[in-house]
């Protein structure tokens, strides 16, 4: 069979003016900024983020506000046992070539999910819009999953819907008293130190006894008005952070070449 060449004419075709164009890199027009998590966490330089040079009206620092950077709660605290959480920093200030940044919310990673979740036990979740003491409406979902009880032969413990009700209500309750009594600085840390699911734990025991307690995620649905000092008040100072990247620029070659002629040591067996 013959193939039919020619046919298509754009792929033969070369466009205009394709020989004099420069081949320009497109990091030449970008800054890198430093994003800085807020205080209350042990490693505070959480990574760089780029963005477009100054130009006409669009500037820099405007189109950086409001990014959101998803971070693992194991590098911000620097301990693999929190490589369960992850949590979003959204950034509300830039100071100089730093990215100011405010807790967003946190969430459970789905591969922890999945391991949670098996066969002869209930699972309930529960959900409630509550308010800070500084005005940030935050919506938390809290899980959890039932446990066997003490004496018990029965090979699976699932509970009743009665009692998943009041397992609810009581898992919203606690909630609200701790997240209403506190401001923002103050909740995160409750979030990210268990302190919630721990007594979520000791307050259901008389209801049905639980396990797998967690705060699976939480969202801010509104902040107040941007305030700096307060957001200063959380960061704390940051010009003392200053990012230090490790780059691998390799050995001068003189030495290079002096390793490659050393002579080497004979191998026995050698002739």
């Avoid at 020989?19 to 970008?30: A, H, L, R, T, V």
């Avoid at 992850?86 to 946190?106: I, P, S, W």
């Amino acid at each position: 069979a013959r193939m039919a060449v020619g046919k298509n004419k754009r792929l033969t075709k070369s466009k205009k003016g394709g020989k004099g164009k420069k081949i320009i890199d497109p990091f030449k027009s970008k800054l890198r900024y430093d994003v800085i998590a807020p205080q209350y966490f042990t490693n505070r330089i959480v990574g760089s983020t780029i963005v477009s040079k100054t130009t006409g009206n669009k500037i820099a620092s405007e189109n950086l506000k409001n990014r959101v950077f998803q971070v693992s709660l194991a590098d911000l605290k620097g301990n693999e046992e929190f490589s369960f959480r992850n949590v979003k920093l959204r950034a509300e200030e830039v100071q100089d070539r730093r990215v100011l940044t405010n807790f967003y919310g946190v969430q459970l990673t789905v591969d922890k999910l999945r391991s949670l979740v098996r066969k002869w036990q209930t699972l309930i979740e529960a959900h409630t819009d509550v308010k800070t003491q500084d005005g940030y409406t935050l919506r938390v979902f809290v899980i959890g999953f039932t446990s066997k009880r003490q004496n018990s032969a029965r090979k699976t413990y699932y509970a009743k819907s009665s009692q998943v009700r009041q397992i609810r209500k009581k898992m919203r309750n606690v909630v609200r008293d701790h997240v209403t009594t506190s401001d923002l600085k103050n909740v995160v840390e409750k979030f990210l130190n268990n302190s919630i699911e721990k007594q979520i734990e000791t307050v259901t025991k008389s209801v049905y006894p639980l396990q797998n307690v967690y705060i699976r995620k939480v969202k801010v649905l509104r902040t107040p008005k941007f305030d700096i000092n307060k957001l200063m008040d959380i960061q704390g100072d940051t010009s003392t952070l200053v990012a230090i990247r490790k780059e691998d620029v390799g050995a001068p070659a003189e030495e290079a070449a002096e390793e490659e002629a050393a002579p080497q040591e004979p191998v026995v067996g050698d002739n």
